[in-house]
T-cell receptor, first 112, second 111 residues
Framework: GDSVTQMEGPVTLSEEAFLTINCTYTATGYPSLFWYVQYPGEGLQLLLKATKADDKGSNKGFEATYRKETTSFHLEKGSVQVSDSAVYFCALFFNAGNMLTFGGGTRLMVKP | NAGVTQTPKFQVLKTGQSMTLQCAQDMNHNSMYWYRQDPGMGLRLIYYSASEGTTDKGEVPNGYNVSRLNKREFSLRLESAAPSQTSVYFC??????????FGQGTRLTVV
């Protein structure tokens, strides 16, 4: 079945460092791909999405490109801030299954 | 904007007790979901409802039942709580673009 694999955390960075969180997926067909963010004590919020191959999703300085050839959707940010500390989830949605499938989450900690 | 509202926010149950987690959305979404979040396990789908009147099992449905009462409301019931059901539960709803909106979560402890 469909699945999502993320790099395990925690990821600890200094402020203004470059961030990459890897995400790969397994799915038949062409799912839509998402990154969600969860701040402490809160529910998940959509960060960005891409619905077809080669699409780039972007929001708040974060970017991810839908790579069909490598079945990947890696999250990047050029300069992280302390306020970016959160848990990040990669997810896919395959219309035929009508389910949003999540990866295990990656905790990011940014130190001043 | 209320979005997705879950109640209660916290609950402690004794093993064998029953309870219902309530969820309501005001965005006119057709699809609604219940997930549980456990440390190191990410989010796992318990049940979902693609439209009013339909429900389907997700990845971990055992020990749970759901009701899609109307388009707005989707409840999750634990008939006989077990310690393995200690978790944080999230309700979500989604639109045609598949973006999911999440509630704030219910932290459930079964002792």
């Amino acid at each position: 079945g469909d699945s999502v694999t993320q790099m395990e955390g925690p990821v600890t960075l200094s402020e203004e460092a470059f961030l990459t969180i890897n995400c790969t997926y397994t799915a038949t067909g062409y799912p839509s791909l998402f990154w969600y963010v969860q701040y402490p004590g809160e529910g998940l919020q959509l960060l960005l999405k891409a619905t077809k191959a080669d699409d780039k999703g972007s929001n708040k300085g974060f970017e991810a490109t839908y790579r069909k050839e490598t079945t990947s959707f890696h999250l990047e940010k050029g300069s992280v801030q302390v306020s970016d500390s959160a848990v990040y989830f990669c997810a896919l949605f395959f219309n035929a299954g009508n389910m949003l499938t999540f990866g295990g989450g990656t905790r990011l900690m940014v130190k001043p | 904007n209320a979005g997705v509202t879950q109640t209660p926010k916290f609950q402690v149950l004794k093993t064998g007790q029953s309870m219902t987690l309530q969820c309501a959305q005001d965005m006119n979404h057709n699809s609604m979901y219940w997930y549980r979040q456990d440390p190191g396990m990410g989010l796992r789908l318990i049940y979902y409802s693609a439209s009013e009147g339909t429900t389907d099992k997700g990845e971990v449905p055992n020990g749970y039942n759901v009701s899609r009462l109307n388009k707005r409301e989707f409840s999750l019931r634990l008939e006989s709580a077990a310690p393995s059901q200690t978790s944080v539960y999230f309700c979500a709803s989604s639109d045609r673009q598949f973006e999911a909106f999440f509630g704030q979560g219910t932290r459930l402890t079964v002792v």
